[in-house]
């Protein structure tokens, strides 16, 4: 099944790009599942998804923490924690 993943600030820039399309392999049951697997697919994705403690998700445009359940979403979106007013 293939997810949209979109990146954000310092993230898209260390990976390249802000969205790709990717069929991830069965049984990654949690967010976290997906960074690991997406950390392995160069460089610049590992460097960008190094510190989990930097990142923060949405699954389909709801914010969920990096151990929320994957389930089958459209879309996932890993960004920076945001700050403003």
Known sequence: ???DLLYFSWVREAIG??????????????VSDLVDWLA?????????????????????QIFVGLDAPLGHPREVAIFPPVTGG
């Open 1 to 3: 099944m293939a997810i």
């Open 17 to 30: 790009t802000s969205a790709e399309t990717l069929d991830p392999p069965e049984g990654l049951a949690r």
């Open 40 to 60: 392995t697919r160069s460089d610049g994705h590992a460097r960008a998804l190094a510190d989990r403690g930097r990142l923060r998700a949405a699954v389909d």
